[in-house]
C-alpha cells in the first residue's frame, strides 16, 4: 500500500514569489492535514480538508492557503514568500480526519 | 505556556539500555496520544497510537498515558543503534465533524550508542 507522496521534495524560491506544493493521501483516505516543521517552534498546524471542504485551520496569515480535489490529493500554496517561510512543509492522511494520521516525506522549502 | 511539553534532549544512552520519553500537557481535551518517531530528513513515522488512559505494548515500544496526571510516557526497551532518532509526541481532540488537530511536542533528539 503507497504511503503519502508529496511533491516536490526540495523547492528553493525567492522572497515575493509564490509556491505550490502537492500531497496525494493513501488509497482510501479522504483528510489531508498540513503542518509546518522548523526548528524553532516544531511542527505547527496549518490546516486540514475533507471532501474538498476546509474544516479547520492554524494560526498561519492568508499568504497559505490550500485545496482539495475529488480524488482527495491536496495542494498547498504560499503567497508572497519571507524568508521565515523557509521550513518543512509536512502533509498527513488520515481516513476520515481522525488523529491516527500518516505523514509523507514532507517539502523542504527554502526561501532566498 | 505551551499546550504540550517536551524535554528537547539530546538523550544518548548506550546500546540495550531502556529509554524513557515523556511529555506533560494542560488541555484536558486532549483524549488521543501519539508517538512518532522521526529520522533526519524524513517526515514523521507513526509509532504509537492510544486513546484515552492505560498503556499500549507494540513489540519493544510501550505506551503510557496517565490523563489524571496530563502526562505520557513512551519506553524503548532493548534500544538500538537504529532507535537513534527524534521522537515526538503528539495529542488531539475531537475539535468539530471529526476534525483533529494534532498538536506536537518539541520532539526528544535520541542517540543509541553501540
Known amino acids: 500500500k503507497a504511503g503519502v507522496t508529496q511533491t516536490p521534495r526540495y523547492l528553493i524560491k525567492t522572497r515575493g514569489q509564490q509556491v505550490t506544493l502537492s500531497c496525494s493521501p493513501i488509497s482510501g483516505h479522504r483528510s489531508v492535514s498540513w503542518y509546518q516543521q522548523t526548528p524553532g517552534q516544531g511542527l505547527q498546524f496549518l490546516f486540514e480538508?475533507?471532501?474538498?471542504?476546509?474544516?479547520n485551520k492554524g494560526n498561519f496569515p492568508g499568504r497559505f492557503s490550500g485545496r482539495q480535489f475529488s480524488n482527495s490529493r491536496s495542494e498547498m500554496n504560499v503567497s508572497t514568500l519571507e524568508l521565515g517561510d523557509s521550513a518543512l512543509y509536512l502533509c498527513?492522511?488520515?481516513?476520515?480526519?481522525?488523529?491516527?494520521?500518516?505523514f509523507g516525506q514532507g517539502t523542504r522549502l527554502t526561501v532566498v | 505556556q505551551k499546550e504540550v511539553e517536551q524535554d528537547p534532549g539530546p538523550l544518548s544512552v548506550p546500546e540495550g539500555a531502556i529509554v524513557s520519553l515523556n511529555c506533560t500537557y494542560s488541555n484536558s481535551a486532549f483524549q488521543y496520544f501519539m508517538w512518532y518517531r522521526q529520522y533526519s530528513r524524513k517526515g514523521p513515522e507513526l509509532l504509537m497510537y492510544t486513546y484515552s488512559s492505560g498503556n499500549k505494548e507494540d513489540g519493544r515500544f510501550t505506551a503510557q498515558v496517565d490523563k489524571s496526571s496530563k502526562y505520557i510516557s513512551l519506553f524503548i526497551r532493548d534500544s538500538q543503534p537504529s532507535d537513534s532518532a527524534t521522537y515526538l509526541c503528539?495529542?488531539?481532540?475531537?475539535?468539530?465533524?471529526?476534525?483533529?488537530?494534532?498538536?506536537f511536542g518539541q520532539g526528544t533528539r535520541l542517540t543509541i550508542n553501540p
Open positions: 480538508y475533507f471532501s474538498e471542504t476546509q474544516r
Open positions: 498527513a492522511s488520515s481516513l476520515t480526519g481522525d488523529a491516527e494520521a500518516f
Open positions: 503528539a495529542m488531539s481532540a475531537v475539535i468539530l465533524q471529526g476534525a483533529q488537530k494534532l498538536v
